[in-house]
């Protein structure tokens, strides 16, 4: 049971809209800690999408953006494409586990 | 161009201990500011964090998994060192090294990591 929660599982149609909910507690999120954003494909390795929240990685598609309010954050992806199949996962720090993960969510573009 | 690379048995015994090692170009672990973890993925579960060293030594340890786990550097060889005892069919899963950067609190770089399986 991971301390930060996602969904599960999204899903979209090319070119719509998707959003993808992190939701911690006091202890990491709610007091003031960053969130990053890594998306993992099979068999690769994570690659960092957003962090410090908001801040896109260079040569990361504007299509992809974070945002927080208080406990929580999200990831929008907009214009989807086949390409963004695969899970996301969220990443914090918390006060007493360390850095933490979130259990991830699966996006499938259908 | 910063690389890592993750080494070690793609087989462990239960109750054996695991040893991985995380060979990195392109940064120095003696560089203020930069940092190296160990994170897993169970088969169709989430990412865990394991275990961190900074450049000046210090160590991190994820609290559940800390009597277990040790990590240690070698600045010379550029090289992290991951150790796991009294492994258990439950740590099977693909270890991944990353490169962890103080000023903006994240993983940017990836090993491509490596699938232990613990299994008699």
């Known amino acids: 049971q991971s301390v930060l929660t996602q969904p599960p599982s999204v899903s979209g149609a090319p070119g719509q809209r998707v959003t993808i909910s992190c939701i911690g507690s006091?202890?990491?999120?709610?007091?003031?800690?960053?969130v990053n954003w890594y998306q993992k494909l099979p068999g690769a390795a994570p690659k960092l999408l957003i962090y410090g929240n908001t801040n896109r990685r260079s040569g990361v598609p504007d299509r992809f953006s974070g945002s927080k309010s208080g406990a929580s954050a999200s990831l929008a992806i907009t214009g989807l494409q086949a390409e963004d199949e695969g899970e996301y996962y969220c990443?914090?720090?918390?006060?007493?586990?360390?850095?933490?993960f979130g259990g991830g969510t699966n996006l499938t573009v259908v | 161009q910063i690389t890592l690379k993750e080494s070690g048995p793609t087989l462990v015994r239960p109750t054996q201990t695991l040893t991985l090692t995380c060979t990195f170009s392109g940064f120095s672990l003696s560089t203020s500011g930069v940092g190296v973890g160990w994170i897993r993925q169970p088969p169709g579960k989430a990412l865990e964090w394991l275990a961190l060293?900074?450049?000046?030594?210090?160590?991190r340890y994820s609290p559940p998994l800390k009597s277990r786990l040790s990590i240690t550097k070698d600045t010379s060889k550029n090289q992290v060192v991951l150790t796991m005892t009294n492994m258990d069919p439950e740590d099977t899963a693909t270890y991944f090294c990353?490169?962890?950067?103080?000023?903006?609190?994240?993983?940017?770089?990836w090993g491509q990591g490596t699938l232990v399986t613990v299994s008699s």
């Open positions: 006091s202890s990491n999120i709610g007091t003031g800690y960053d």
């Open positions: 060293t900074y450049w000046d030594d210090e160590r």
């Open positions: 990443q914090s720090y918390d006060m007493g586990l360390s850095w933490v």
């Open positions: 990353a490169r962890y950067f103080v000023p903006l609190k994240n993983f940017e770089y």
